[in-house]
Nanobody
Framework: QVQLVESGGGSVQAGGSLRLSCAASGFTYSTYCMLWFRQAPGKEREGVANITIGGTTRYVDSVKGRFTISRDNAKNTLYLQMNSLKPEDTAMYYC???????????????WGQGTQVTVSS
């Protein structure tokens, strides 16, 4: 059974940092594209960052230079290092996985349960 379990969320002041983790199991992690999404109340879910099997990364413009996505295939774990956090980063953050096609298109994705990030001003 495919499982994606996020952790590392919390409350932080603007300018602070958090590192989110996503522990994967039930599939061949190293062969999947991995992604981070986020969703704030009243807003659509948006893609934040993704990383290919080969390690190529992509970011939404609003987080470029502040967030870093990485993967540890030996530990079946995905990370999102979040620096210089802003109140507008407040959202539920979700990890996701797809076997082919590393983009933010919402199809053929496995999803985690989410972890809350709250940034105060």
């Amino acid at each position: 059974q495919v499982q994606l379990v996020e952790s590392g969320g919390g409350s932080v002041q603007a300018g602070g940092s958090l590192r989110l983790s996503c522990a994967a199991s039930g599939f061949t992690y190293s062969t999947y594209c991995m992604l981070w999404f986020r969703q704030a109340p009243g807003k659509e879910r948006e893609g934040v960052a993704n990383i290919t099997i080969g390690g190529t990364t992509r970011y939404v413009d609003s987080v470029k230079g502040r967030f870093t996505i990485s993967r540890d295939n030996a530990k079946n774990t995905l990370y999102l290092q979040m620096n210089s956090l802003k109140p507008e980063d407040t959202a539920m953050y979700y990890c996701a996985a797809r076997l082919t096609g590393c983009s933010f298109i919402n199809n053929r994705l496995y999803w985690g349960q989410g972890t809350q990030v709250t940034v105060s001003s």
